[in-house]
């Protein structure tokens, strides 16, 4: 029977451990206090975003993270945590339990993993406070693109200003 338990063990640890290996970002969070129905909302939102939230033994999710290289971050695990896999967006996770903790005080960020390099609790805050791959790349264009017609603008003005003083 012992040897059923340890072999359910490495398989939830195995498990986890793929899972952290997909994941272009980790999270972990406090949730104890919240009620069944704010944490179902929580999951409905993250999965809306493409995250999974897992509940996990300390142990377990420890082991998984120190197998993926993470050691400072499996130490972060202490106490309930639950943790956030973001699979789309290295920011989702992120932002969407930052989101929720301004309506819910039991959420509380914690120390995670994004794009393989662990961060801290204050690194994630500032993380989740950034906008998503899709705005950046929206805002980015949107500079080029009001450079490019300044540019167009300075370029047209020379060309008449060179057909003026050839005209007379």
């Given at each position: 029977?012992?040897?059923?338990?340890?072999?359910?063990?490495?398989e939830a640890v195995k498990a986890a451990a793929?899972?952290?290996?997909?994941?272009?970002?980790?999270?972990?969070?406090d949730y104890q206090g919240l009620t069944v129905e704010a944490f179902?909302?929580?999951?409905?939102?993250?999965?809306?975003?493409?995250?999974?939230?897992?509940?996990?033994?300390?142990?377990i999710s420890r082991r998984a993270a120190t197998q993926q290289g993470y050691e400072t971050f499996?130490?972060?695990?202490v106490g309930p945590k639950a943790l956030a896999f973001?699979?789309?967006?290295?920011?989702?996770a992120a932002r969407e339990l930052a989101e929720f903790a301004k309506t819910n005080e039991?959420?509380?960020?914690?120390a995670g993993v994004v794009d393989g390099k662990e961060v801290t609790v204050a690194e994630m805050a500032a993380i989740a406070t950034l906008p998503s791959r899709e705005t950046l790349l929206t805002q980015l264009a949107a500079g080029m693109l009001g450079t490019l017609t300044q540019l167009a603008i300075g370029l047209n003005m020379l060309v008449e200003k060179d057909d003026a003083k050839d005209a007379e």
């Open positions: 029977m012992a040897k059923e338990v340890i072999l359910q063990k490495e793929e899972k952290f290996a997909k994941a272009k970002s980790v999270v972990a969070f179902m909302q929580l999951r409905r939102n993250l999965l809306k975003n493409g995250c999974e939230i897992c509940v996990l033994k300390n142990n499996a130490s972060t695990l973001s699979y789309d967006d290295e920011v989702a039991k959420v509380v960020l914690g």
